[in-house]
């Protein structure tokens, strides 16, 4: 198989790196790691435009009825397509649930800005 996709050859033999270590050999035999352990960095915010939009444009009932046209595909399902609707469904709950999460939050910043501009 000279030129195939992959030009590592396989000799049959583990580096030590990938051998199991055996309860005779103390840690201290382990191949020191390769990487050199780098500072803790701040990893940037993650941002969400489409999902903040969503939220922000569309009132709580409407995002909350975002997957019903999709449950009710689904439940239609038969056939040997109803095991992978069965995860599909799952899925889709996830995402309800974790939406539902969203618009309860906004809904809760929503009230306590206006209850602080109320105190002012």
Do not use: C, N, W
Request: aromatic residues 4%; positive net charge.
């Amino acid at each position: 198989m000279a030129g195939g996709l992959f030009p590592y050859r396989h000799t049959g033999k583990r580096p030590s790196a990938f051998r199991p270590r055996t309860r005779q050999e103390p840690l201290s035999e382990m191949p020191p790691s390769s990487k050199p352990s780098a500072p803790a960095q701040e990893l940037p915010a993650p941002s969400y435009p489409a999902i903040e939009s969503l939220l922000e444009d569309t009132p709580a009932e409407d995002v909350r009825a975002l997957f019903s046209p999709v449950k009710e595909g689904l439940a239609g399902l038969k056939g040997p397509k109803v095991e992978v609707g069965k995860k599909v469904q799952a899925a889709v709950a996830h995402a309800e649930q974790l939406l539902e999460v969203l618009v309860d939050t906004r809904e809760r910043l929503i009230a306590e800005s206006k209850g602080a501009k109320g105190r002012k």
